[in-house]
């Protein structure tokens, strides 16, 4: 089976340059997540979609990040202008099902971005 | 404000021992507790998770403990080998609803063979 594929693997811009980083999660998987991930920290959820929709946002910056999923399957996370401490790994994941249930969640193996 | 509390940030331990890493959550709505395992270049794996109905669950040399009570739980590697090197997260989430994962602030294991 087939893992969640992420690219790029790495970007360097600098800041308020735009960045996309692209997702395609594990077949058949109804939910995806984007989590940010600062050197030395654990993963912060960013958006979750099911399927096509927003579940949750709650910590998405939506003045700079954006997110779509459309056809509920590859997704892509926009950062427009970047700033210097966008700089992080950003991981994306699915699991079969998101909502009731402890689904596994798998990851990709991230972007990581610098923003010089 | 972190939701789950993760220590100690590094470990050192000889091929062999035991390597033991402790969480703290303080949300008692939190009712899945997975553990994750990160290598370099690597997104986190799941490792082992454990449900609240539960003190213990191991498999292989992977153990958590888990006290309801005190709101912590723990992971232990027992007979430690240079491939479990790695940096290992704590997570916690509420199955209903969103499902969530609040991870810990991770802790770096390295074994010294």
């Known amino acids: 089976e087939a893992g969640v594929a992420q690219s790029p693997r790495y970007k360097i811009i600098e800041k308020r340059q735009s960045v996309a980083f692209w997702c395609n999660p594990i077949?058949?998987?109804?939910?995806l997540y984007w989590y940010q991930q600062i050197l030395g920290q654990g993963p912060k959820l960013l958006i979750q979609?099911?399927?096509?929709?927003?579940?949750?946002d709650s910590q998405l910056p939506k003045d700079r990040f954006s997110a779509e999923r459309l056809k509920g399957v590859d997704s892509t996370l926009k950062i427009q202008p970047a700033k210097l401490e966008d700089s992080a790994v950003y991981l994306c994941?699915?699991?079969?099902?998101?909502?009731?249930?402890?689904?596994?969640?798998?990851f990709g193996p991230g972007t990581r971005l610098t923003v010089l | 404000q972190q939701q789950v509390k993760q220590s100690p940030q590094s470990l050192i331990v000889q091929k062999g021992g035991i390597s033991i890493i402790n969480c703290a959550y303080e949300?008692?709505?939190?009712?899945?507790f997975p553990w994750y395992q990160q290598f370099p270049g690597k997104g986190p794996a799941l490792l082992i998770a454990i449900r609240p109905d539960v003190s213990e669950k191991k498999e292989g040399r992977f153990t958590i403990s888990f006290n309801k009570s005190a709101k912590q739980f723990s992971l232990h590697i027992m007979d430690s080998q240079p491939g479990d090197s790695a940096t290992y997260f704590c997570a916690a989430s509420v199955r209903t609803g969103a499902n969530n994962l609040f991870f810990g602030t991770g802790t770096r294991l390295t074994v010294i063979p």
């Open positions: 077949s058949g998987h109804a939910t």
């Open positions: 994941a699915s699991s079969l099902a998101g909502t009731g249930g402890a689904n596994e969640q798998f």
């Open positions: 979609f099911q399927n096509n929709g927003v579940v949750d």
């Open positions: 949300n008692t709505a939190f009712d899945y």
